[in-house]
Nanobody, 117 residues
Framework: QVQLVESGGDLVQPGGSLRLSCVAS????????MGWYRQAPGKQRQLVAS???????DYADSVKGRFTISRDVAKNTMYLQMNNLDPEDTAVYYC???????????WGQGTQVTVSS
């Protein structure tokens, strides 16, 4: 069974940094594309960063140069390093996995990131 668990969300000052983690269980990590989405109150859920099975990464324009997506296959864990955070980054951040074998999509429960002075 596939399960995604995010962690690392917190309250931080503008300009600060956070590192989000997503642990994937179910033996599907190595055959999946993964990404991070975020959703602020009253807003649509939006893709922040993605990484393919081959390691190709992509970012939303608003986070380019500040966020870095990566994953550790041995640990079944995906990360989002967020630097120079801005209040506009405040949102619930969700881990997402897309299986290359079944085509099914999976979501984590979300972790709250709040950027405020």
């Amino acid at each position: 069974q596939v399960q995604l668990v995010e962690s690392g969300g917190d309250l931080v000052q503008p300009g600060g940094s956070l590192r989000l983690s997503c642990v994937a269980s179910g033996g599907i990590f190595s055959t999946s594309a993964m990404g991070w989405y975020r959703q602020a109150p009253g807003k649509q859920r939006q893709l922040v960063a993605s990484i393919t099975r081959g390691g190709t990464v992509d970012y939303a324009d608003s986070v380019k140069g500040r966020f870095t997506i990566s994953r550790d296959v041995a640990k079944n864990t995906m990360y989002l390093q967020m630097n120079n955070l801005d209040p506009e980054d405040t949102a619930v951040y969700y881990c997402h996995l897309q299986s290359a074998l079944s085509g099914k999509a999976y979501w984590g429960q979300g972790t709250q990131v709040t950027v405020s002075s």
